[in-house]
């Protein structure tokens, strides 16, 4: 907002249902509510936000969080014989396609949630505060593949589950190591700098953190 004093409406999505609550992140923007369903937006544009994909939540919900390319759900399902609240877990990594992961149900309603890495935080209205770990079995596994030389510097492909920060390192004994890059990670190619001397060694790893 440019001019705190005199907001202006840039955009809005139209008529894509009952939108109660909405989380962001980068350029991806998340809605859920009444209506069963979790929807994912581009609004790399914000003045053109664009569907880009949906999954359903099987009931509404009373809170949203996205990190690390989790969609964390936090409500209700409702029908005439069973009535349950939980968390619900959506994997947004291709927003393309959304997919649902898994749910979590508690005593009471959920009505609140903080997410912080693969933690949620869920407050339920008649049972409390509820710690929920989940555990990622999905998640791609990180690979460094094709080692080549390029402009006298050593360079692998990276591959992994996008949204991850990687931190790539460099040693010559496996006891020291030295971070070469920091980064989100996508497939790329990544230099780790200059090979080793003729007749030492030099290792290199990459670590996936949330």
């Known amino acids: 907002m440019s001019d705190p004093s005199g907001p202006v409406l840039v955009a809005s999505s139209g008529k894509t249902g009952r939108g109660d609550h909405v989380a962001v992140n980068r350029d991806r923007v998340y809605l859920a509510g009444y209506d069963p369903k979790l ?31 989790l969609a964390y759900v936090a409500g209700e399902r409702w029908n005439e014989t069973n009535r349950a609240s939980g968390l619900k877990i959506i994997d947004v990594s291709d927003p393309t396609q959304p997919v649902w992961l898994s749910s979590y149900t508690t005593p009471g309603e959920l009505v609140d949630l903080q997410a912080d890495g693969n933690t949620a935080y869920v407050a339920d209205r008649d049972a409390g505060l509820h710690i929920i770990r989940v555990y990622a079995p999905w998640v791609q596994p990180l690979r460094l593949i094709t080692p080549h030389m390029q402009s006298g510097r050593v360079q692998f492909t990276l591959t992994g589950q996008p949204g991850y920060r990687v931190e790539n390192s460099t040693s010559a004994d496996l006891l020291g190591w030295t971070v070469a890059t920091n980064l989100l990670n996508v497939t790329r190619t990544l230099p780790f700098g200059e090979p080793a001397a003729a007749g030492t060694a030099r290792f290199y790893r990459a670590t996936q953190r949330p």
Do not use: E, I
Request: glycine share 12%; proline share 10%; with cysteine.
């Open 39 to 69: 929807q994912v937006f581009d609004a790399s544009d914000p003045s053109n936000p664009v569907p880009m994909g949906s999954c359903g939540t099987f009931g509404w919900a009373n809170d949203l969080a996205v990190r690390n390319g």
